[in-house]
């Protein structure tokens, strides 16, 4: 029995046999011997699960075996599709085997290749085998693994014996490694990180993610130091509303005795816990419609700074001071409500009893609001702050700021005018001081501002200038605070001068952008002229920008800061350079320098640099250069880099210079792998 071209079978498989699936058999010729059907040229077989290509077949419907020969092609639902000589597959159980075996993954470009597959209903497995994302032929990575298992229903590759290669040459082995094939967060292990360093020795971290709810997941993250000792990092990421989101970091490192005492550490465990939380209508929703207010959460707590220097998900620290704040507020309409706590500890100390906190700050703010008049507004701010710590003074301040300001304008809008009264008043409370428990001072002063706003079109460009004067004038003060870490700013009678200017091309883009600020102290016993501060922005083109601000001190003749900067952007060249020049007042000269620079050569190809140097103390903070090379299926980098870390001794605080190459490779769609050799010098 033959026909060509055309439907010659419909197996009703499952009414007949009590099989799952409906299958449609084509073939150029089909003949049929009792349960056995034998098909011949270009044969076509359509099911639920699968769409089969091959040059001959044949199938059992007692048994419900289908082999097929020759030029086999099987597409399995929406995403995978596979090349073999020779398949056989049982249609009741979906089991089958493959010989030999190409595998592609759609979803994820991924491809796997032996000689040799069985698969069942859920997973694909084979032996002896590599797999890649990149082209079949000489792919520039693959993994050649002794065992792998594709798990369908949670769509992760699991391998065994694994070799990773860069083209032909093998660079690692691991004896597991597991990836997803698609973008959905799942169980399992995440790329692990290995290093070497000069003292720790071997380094290696091995990641593992927790997904069981939808709104929340854990990472734990274990490691070894083989020279230095080892620890364990996790971080529990959480949704617990549609207005709110935070995470919970921990972690532990624990030193080896023998690097404890050569190093000289204060702390033979580190130790610390993060939170990050944000939450907006936390009880706004409760109270009135019209009410906001929103809380955030970023608090810290550690023994020492290595805490943060064994963690390898972000950047070290370069200061001393961790700081906790938990900030919230709650508004109205014209009144605000803010709650603020800022806890600080200093990781360059060995005791942090001396380190005065801000718990906590409370706030009332009046928003500017009119009262009798349309052009009489005033404004309302009160304040406390409790300044704490365990040896040394501590104390309780009050606050109060009023601003009450008549405005109005002339000729038309030309010129506006504002007066105002201004009152302020605090009080300070004491603890474990020396003479008066408290102090107190108030002041009132008034101030008068004249300003213009004026724009005008002109043929090749558009130009706005705002140009002020405002005069304060002190009307009475008594008291004095005397202790440096409360701050109350002196009123004196002055002149304050200000101009901003804005210019705009023909095309209405911004080019450049300059203002300058002159105050003048009329006032006995106080320098006459202020800080002059002038800022300026060249925006040359839309590649080239170019900055300048500095305060130049009067009284000291001399700036009092400086900061430059220029930046170049274009058809994939960026650098950017910043210095920053610091003398204020009596305080010691800071100079900086950061530089950085990216070039993307053609398609594939990035070079990059940055360095952070100290002028004054002639030392580099940071400094490392490298290139990422781009490709299809993979990224990978090549870094030389050197950072300057703190770490705590029993001495006190101390700084290491790290040295080394940094290796990354991300294979797509596996993920990243990371390897660093590095030398360690004491500064």
Same mark, same amino acid.
Request: aromatic letters at 14%; glycine letters at 6%.
């Given at each position: 029995m033959s026909k060509r071209w055309f439907l010659l079978w419909i197996l009703l498989l499952n009414l007949l046999y009590g099989q799952s699936q409906q299958v449609e058999l084509l073939a150029n010729s089909v003949v049929k011997n009792g349960d056995l059907i034998e098909a011949q040229g270009d044969v076509l077989v359509y099911s639920e699960r699968y769409v089969i290509t091959a040059d001959r077949g044949t199938y059992n419907q007692a048994t419900g075996d289908l082999k097929l020969y020759g030029n086999v092609s099987l597409l399995r639902g929406e995403y995978e599709s596979t090349q073999s000589e020779e398949v056989s597959i049982n249609l009741r159980t979906d089991e089958g085997e493959y010989l030999p075996f190409f595998y592609y993954d759609q979803r994820s470009d991924l491809w796997m290749q032996c000689n040799s597959a069985f698969s069942g209903p859920l997973y694909f497995m084979s032996k002896n085998a590599i797999t890649s994302s990149c082209n079949v032929q000489d792919p520039d990575w693959k993994i050649s693994f002794s065992e792998g298992r594709l798990n369908r229903e949670t769509s992760f590759v699991h391998l065994y014996n694994t070799l990773f290669y860069v083209g032909d040459i093998p660079l690692f082995y691991l004896p597991y490694f597991a990836f997803s094939t698609d973008k959905t967060r799942r169980t399992g292990l995440l790329t692990p990180k290995v290093g070497f360093g000069a003292k720790e020795g071997l380094f290696y971290e091995q990641p593992i993610y927790f997904a069981p709810r939808h709104n929340w997941d854990l990472e734990l993250s274990p490691q070894i130091?083989?020279?230095?000792?080892?620890?364990?990092?996790?971080?529990?990421?959480?949704?617990?509303?549609?207005?709110?989101?935070?995470?919970?970091?921990?972690?532990?490192?624990?030193? +080896?005795?023998a690097y404890a005492r050569k190093e000289n550490l204060k702390n033979d465990?580190?130790?610390?816990?993060?939170?990050?939380?944000?939450?907006? +209508?936390?009880?706004?929703?409760?109270?009135?419609?019209?009410?906001?207010?929103?809380?955030?959460?970023?608090?810290?707590?550690?023994?020492?700074?290595?805490?943060?220097?064994?963690?390898?998900?972000?950047?070290?620290?370069?200061?001393?001071?961790?700081?906790?704040?938990?900030?919230?507020?709650?508004?109205?309409?014209?009144?605000y409500l803010g709650l603020y706590t800022k806890y600080y500890i200093d990781t360059r100390k060995t005791s942090n009893r001396t380190t005065l906190q801000e718990l906590p700050t409370l706030q009332y703010h009046r928003f500017s609001n009119n009262f009798f008049l349309p052009n009489l507004l005033y404004k309302l701010d009160a304040q406390f702050h409790n300044y704490t710590r365990q040896d040394g003074v501590s104390a309780r301040q009050y606050e109060l700021s009023l601003p009450i300001t008549f405005y109005t304008s002339f000729w038309d809008d030309f010129l506006h005018v504002s007066v105002s009264e201004n009152f302020y008043f605090t009080h300070v409370k004491y603890d474990n001081r020396i003479g008066d428990p408290s102090e107190t001072f108030y002041r009132n002063f008034h101030k008068i501002d004249f300003y213009t706003d004026l724009a005008r079109a002109y043929p090749d460009f558009y130009h706005t200038l705002y140009t002020g004067v405002d005069y304060t004038v002190p009307s009475f003060d008594h008291g004095e605070i005397t202790e440096d870490f409360i701050g109350t700013k002196s009123e004196y009678e002055s002149i304050n001068a200000k101009l901003v200017q804005y210019f705009y091309d023909d095309s209405g883009k911004k080019r450049l952008r300059h203002s300058v600020r002159q105050p003048y102290n009329m006032e006995k016993g106080v320098y006459k002229y202020g800080d002059f501060e002038n800022s300026i922005s060249f925006y040359m083109n839309d590649s080239?920008?170019?900055?300048?601000?500095?305060?130049?001190?009067?009284?000291?003749?001399?700036?009092?800061?400086? +900061?430059?900067?220029?930046?170049?952007?274009?058809?994939?060249?960026?650098?950017?350079?910043?210095?920053?020049?610091?003398?204020?007042?009596? +305080?010691?000269?800071?100079?900086?320098?950061?530089?950085?620079?990216?070039?993307?050569?053609?398609?594939?190809?990035?070079?990059?640099?940055?360095?952070?140097?100290n002028i004054e103390e002639h030392f580099t903070n940071m400094w490392e250069f490298g290139v990422k090379v781009l490709r299809k299926c993979w990224d990978y980098s090549l870094v030389y880099k050197e950072v300057i870390t703190p770490k705590l001794t029993s001495a006190g605080s101390d700084s290491v210079s790290e040295k080394g190459f940094y290796i990354m490779f991300n294979l797509y769609p596996i993920g990243s792998i990371e390897y660093e050799h590095t030398l360690e010098e004491i500064r």
């Open positions: 130091r083989t020279e230095r000792g080892n620890g364990l990092y996790g971080t529990l990421r959480f949704v617990d509303s549609p207005k709110s989101q935070g995470a919970i970091t921990a972690g532990i490192f624990n030193e +080896q005795s465990s580190h130790y610390g816990l993060e939170v990050e939380y944000q939450r907006s +209508q936390l009880i706004s929703h409760l109270l009135d419609e019209k009410a906001e207010d929103g809380l955030w959460v970023e608090a810290i707590y550690l023994n020492d700074v290595d805490y943060l220097n064994m963690k390898t998900d972000g950047e070290r620290p370069t200061h001393g001071l961790a700081t906790s704040r938990v900030n919230y507020y709650l508004a109205k309409d014209y009144d080239i920008t170019l900055k300048n601000e500095f305060r130049y001190s009067h009284e000291f003749k001399r700036f009092s800061k400086i +900061q430059s900067s220029a930046q170049w952007d274009d058809s994939g060249y960026s650098f950017k350079i910043d210095h920053t020049i610091i003398h204020e007042n009596l +305080q010691p000269k800071n100079s900086y320098l950061m530089a950085s620079f990216d070039a993307n050569l053609g398609k594939y190809y990035n070079l990059f640099a940055r360095v952070n140097y």
